[in-house]
């Protein structure tokens, strides 16, 4: 893994405010998580976030907030992949829809627009993660801004979602017309 040390990021960008979201910093302290911070340069989506800061886009996580009546619900998977609603409907037995920005920013009052992070209890909303996370050693996600990343072990990370449903929820979105046909 390449990554720069904090002190170099911030001579190289100019940046010396970077923190990691509140909430998950002290869901985070409150587990007694094993985890560091990995700065990057400025990226917007999480795809982008792993190349910038050189690491595997199947360890990189991005989070897909959705909503329906029993309320809401983060969906986690590796940064490639597209979330198929089809499947995550059927397997939970719900009506979930994408949540909105408006409600987004409510819900994640202390993070960046665009980078919240895959960690929904730091949050208190129950969390569906996808199976293709048990396959990466590694596991990163969003800290709350567009330039800092949480590094942990995978088996930390289930660690912190133990108790959260996982299954298939996603695939590699040149997959996705294969199974919207069927073949």
């Not at 992070?117 to 199976?131: E, K, L, R, S, V």
């Not at 396959?135 to 969003?142: A, K, R």
Request: a negative charge; hydrophobic letters at 40%.
């Amino acid at each position: 893994m390449i990554a720069l040390q904090i002190a170099d990021l911030q001579m190289l960008t100019g940046v010396t405010d970077m923190a990691i979201a509140q909430q998950l910093q002290s869901f985070l302290h409150e587990h007694h998580a094993d985890y560091e911070l990995v700065c990057h340069p400025y990226s917007e989506t999480a795809l982008d976030t792993a190349r910038s800061a050189c690491i595997p886009v199947r360890n990189m996580t991005k989070a897909v907030v959705l909503h329906d009546e029993q309320g809401y619900l983060m969906a986690i998977m590796p940064s490639m992949n597209k979330l198929m609603l089809r499947w995550i409907n059927t397997k939970l037995d719900r009506h979930l829809r994408l949540a909105t920005e408006k409600e987004l920013r409510k819900l994640f009052p202390d993070c960046d627009s665009g980078a919240v992070p895959a960690m929904g209890a730091a949050y208190g909303m129950n969390t569906c993660w996808d199976d293709e996370l048990n396959s990466v050693q590694d596991v990163y996600l969003e800290a709350g801004n567009h330039r800092e990343l949480v590094h942990m072990q995978r088996e930390q990370f289930k660690e912190l979602l133990q108790g959260q449903t996982h299954a298939a929820i996603s695939c590699d979105p040149e997959e996705t017309e294969a199974y919207r046909t069927g073949g």
